[in-house]
Nanobody, 122 residues
Framework: QVQLMESGGGLVQAGGSLRLSCAAS????????MAWYRQAPGKQRELVAG???????NYADSVKGRFTISRDNAKNTVYLQMNSLKPEDTAVYYC????????????????WGQGTQVTVSS
């Protein structure tokens, strides 16, 4: 069974930094893409950043220049370095992975972590 486990959330003052980590565990053949989403109270879940490879990343306009996504394929882990945090970055951050669980799978599977709270105080 595949699990995504996030860590690194917490409370930080505006202008500070946090680094989120998400490790995928279980029977995994290959991971095609990983991403971070966030959901603030009363708002829809939104894509923060996604990564296929170090040369293939994308970011929400609101975090460009402040956040950096990276992945360690050997560890099936994705990271989100968040700098210059703002109060509007406050949300629950969710890890997402699109993967092929078995080599014989014809379709990709989509998995989510349980979420980690990030709170930025002004």
């Amino acid at each position: 069974q595949v699990q995504l486990m996030e860590s690194g959330g917490g409370l930080v003052q505006a202008g500070g930094s946090l680094r989120l980590s998400c490790a995928a565990s279980g029977t995994i053949f290959s991971i095609n893409a990983m991403a971070w989403y966030r959901q603030a109270p009363g708002k829809q879940r939104e894509l923060v950043a996604g990564i296929v490879s170090s040369r293939n990343t994308n970011y929400a306009d609101s975090v460009k220049g402040r956040f950096t996504i990276s992945r360690d394929n050997a560890k099936n882990t994705v990271y989100l370095q968040m700098n210059s945090l703002k109060p509007e970055d406050t949300a629950v951050y969710y890890c997402n992975a699109v993967m092929r669980v078995r080599w014989s799978d014809r379709e990709l599977s989509n998995y989510w972590g349980q979420g980690t709270q990030v709170t930025v105080s002004s």
